[in-house]
């Protein structure tokens, strides 16, 4: 079992910019592909990137491509999400996921049931 803290959310101005960590606690956290999804007041909660166990592999989702960056410091147990460029309707709750590594080949996971463990979120609010 792992625990996911997210830190780094917070108000800013469209078109700034922002940095989210999520840092995991225990041991084998390079056995982790790892998420960030976000959820907006009534909405569901969505995909927004993932990243492979040593940072190799990168997938992200079409409305926050070239705009966001996700990275990971498996020596710091910690997984990052970079965001430049921010919009208003990035405006959301972002939560970070932990997958157990079920294959030896990264397969790109992007819906919630796809993961095993999840942090308690961090509001980013974008104004205008």
């Known amino acids: 079992q792992v625990q996911l803290v997210e830190s780094g959310g917070g108000l800013v101005q469209a078109g700034g910019s922002l940095r989210l960590s999520c840092a995991a606690s225990?041991?084998?956290?390079?056995?982790?592909?790892m998420g960030w999804f976000r959820q907006a007041p009534g909405k569901e909660r969505e995909f927004v990137a993932t990243i492979s166990w040593s940072g190799g592999n990168t997938y992200y989702a079409d409305s926050v491509k070239s705009r966001f960056t996700i990275s990971r410091d498996n020596g710091k147990n910690t997984v990052y999400l970079q965001m430049n460029s921010l919009k208003i309707e990035d405006t959301a709750v972002y939560y970070c996921?932990?997958?157990?590594?079920?294959?030896?080949?990264?397969?790109?996971?992007?819906?919630?049931?796809?993961?095993?463990?999840w942090g308690q979120g961090t509001q980013v609010t974008v104004s205008s």
């Open positions: 225990g041991r084998t956290f390079s056995s982790y592909a």
């Open positions: 996921a932990a997958r157990v590594r079920r294959l030896s080949t990264f397969v790109i996971k992007r819906a919630t049931g796809d993961y095993d463990y």
